[in-house]
């Protein structure tokens, strides 16, 4: 695979001189047309020590205006990141649409490293590579421009570039003991390398290989490959907005399925496989309610102690009783354990990034817990029955939130989802109720009223997110929430039996 990169291939200094004018000239042109562009640029950049990664970063700073740059360079994790996913300081760090963010020591160095040292076995690599294609096929998809470049040197190049560094004053400091010890793992690294880039090199990430030994052809390689990349994307944008703008057939949105569909029926299957009827005396609930919170907050407690983080996601019909559930639990917890999060429309950054961004960023430290009023469910509920996302789009959000929250999982956090079912009728009580009461009167909407008449649509939308995102590492509880004290005891409960579900799991490990 990496025989290309060990041709021998230079550039003069005359020759590289001309080509960068020119090319200087085109990337500040096509930067300056991004900034108001659809998509981000993502740019990763790794390979073989002393290869001119970081020079390379270096470089394109100096030939385009680096206050719409953003480098990213992550070494040995910190505290704060070890407390979260692997990916989180990745999702975080995403550029915004009309930026560029350039990563240096990203989401492939711990892999390949962790194969060259026999820290996982071949499983467990072929894992991580594919949890990578699945990161980079969702920026992809969201429209983000993905640019791989492996900067290759051969072992004897290696070998003379790092002697080379050791011996000037001024860079001696770039080459440390683990760069040499890398080194003598040339060959293992190579072959994990090799499997990386052929398992994760795609039509939408490509990979391009680059000869690092010579400065000018390695710098000029890199710098055209950008910029005819990057013009490529414009185009294309460009081209989908005249198609878009001429068009004078309107895109079908759910509404208009809705609209000449046969009627629907009043209530789904599988929600009207719950049981409305379930209730619980005040007394009982009374009862209930002390023991329960005492025995989560215990819970709660001691995940913290252990740094077991818990993600309570809360979905619904309005007026289904979120808020009110939520303080219950909440009233069981220390205040300095909780986060709530009420999700509502995303503003304008977060309209900039994919829709998962403002997710990850809001993740818990260890043995904390967050709790979503409203979530990333929100792409395949509202966003598609509003016609807000495109049917690709909400058809393979599936897929991305599964894969997000197996990484949840996976880090060892407690994922716990429900949804909150009452009866067409029921809501309507409760919309009256809230229309007549002072104190109330702020919850109803007119997007409340709106999105009752849109119910057969969202009972669909909601079958098919519980079908298809209900897995064993996150699974979906229906709660009866026509009596609210019934629904928040069987959330307490459900919540207290995945903890000690959890710790059991914990300590059969």
Do not use: C
């Not at 030939?63 to 704060?80: Q, V």
């Not at 894992?127 to 993905?146: C, H, P």
């Not at 944008?237 to 005249?242: P, V």
């Amino acid at each position: 695979m990496f025989e290309v990169a060990q041709l021998g291939m230079k550039l003069s200094d005359k020759v590289y001189k001309e080509r960068e004018k020119a090319l200087r000239e085109r990337l500040l042109a096509l930067q300056f047309q991004l900034q108001s562009a659809k998509f981000s640029v993502v740019v990763v950049f790794a390979g073989v020590n002393a290869a001119g990664k970081s020079e390379m970063i270096n470089q394109l700073n100096a030939w385009m205006d680096p206050r719409w740059l953003e480098t990213h360079a992550y070494g040995a994790a910190t505290e704060e990141t070890r407390q979260r996913p692997p990916y989180w300081h990745y999702w975080r760090d995403l550029p915004a649409k009309g930026r560029m963010g350039l990563f240096l020591s990203s989401w492939y160095s711990q892999p390949v490293l962790d194969k060259v040292y026999a820290r996982i076995d071949d499983a467990s690599y072929q894992t991580s590579l594919m949890q990578i294609a699945n990161f980079e096929r969702a920026l992809s998809d969201d429209g983000t421009l993905v640019l791989k470049f492996w900067m290759h040197l051969d072992r004897k190049a290696q070998k003379k570039r790092m002697n080379q560094l050791e011996k000037d004053p001024l860079t001696a400091w770039r080459v440390t003991d683990k760069d040499w010890e890398n080194y003598h793992h040339y060959d293992d690294f190579i072959r994990a390398a090799e499997t990386a880039l052929h398992k994760t090199g795609t039509g939408q990430a490509p990979w391009l290989i680059v000869e690092g030994e010579d400065e000018n052809y390695r710098s000029i390689t890199v710098g055209e490959a950008l910029a005819d990349a990057l013009e490529k994307q414009l185009q294309r944008q460009q081209y989908a907005d005249k198609r878009h703008a001429e068009s004078s057939v309107r895109l079908l949105t759910t509404q208009d399925v809705a609209d000449n569909a046969p009627p629907a029926p009043s209530v789904h299957p599988l929600l009207a496989s719950v049981d409305l009827t379930q209730s619980i005396t005040p007394v009982e609930y009374k009862d209930q309610l002390a023991k329960l919170q005492a025995r989560l907050g215990l819970l709660m407690q001691q995940a913290q102690d252990v740094g077991m983080t818990n993600v309570i996601v809360f979905e619904g019909w309005d007026a289904a009783g979120k808020g009110s559930a939520i303080r219950r639990i909440t009233q069981a917890l220390d205040a300095r354990q909780f986060v709530v999060h009420p999700i509502a429309a995303p503003s304008d950054e977060e309209l900039a990034h994919h829709y998962l961004w403002r997710f990850w960023r809001r993740l818990p430290r260890a043995g904390k817990v967050a709790i979503f009023d409203r979530s990333w469910y929100g792409r395949v509920l509202v966003e598609r029955v509003e016609g807000f996302a495109s049917e690709s789009a909400w058809m393979r959000a599936y897929a991305e939130i599964s894969d997000f929250e197996d990484e949840l999982a996976a880090h060892g956090i407690v994922v716990t989802k429900f949804w909150l079912n009452i009866s067409p009728e029921e809501q309507l009580r409760r919309f009256d109720e809230r229309a007549n009461v002072p104190w109330k009167q702020f919850k109803l909407t007119d997007d409340d009223w709106r999105n009752r008449e849109k119910r057969p649509l969202y009972e669909q939308a909601v079958a098919d997110m519980i079908e298809r995102t209900s897995t064993h590492f996150a699974p979906w509880t229906l709660i009866a929430a026509e009596d609210k004290r019934f629904a928040r005891i069987q959330i307490l409960k459900t919540l207290i039996a995945r903890l000690e579900e959890a710790f059991a799991q914990r300590d059969a490990v």
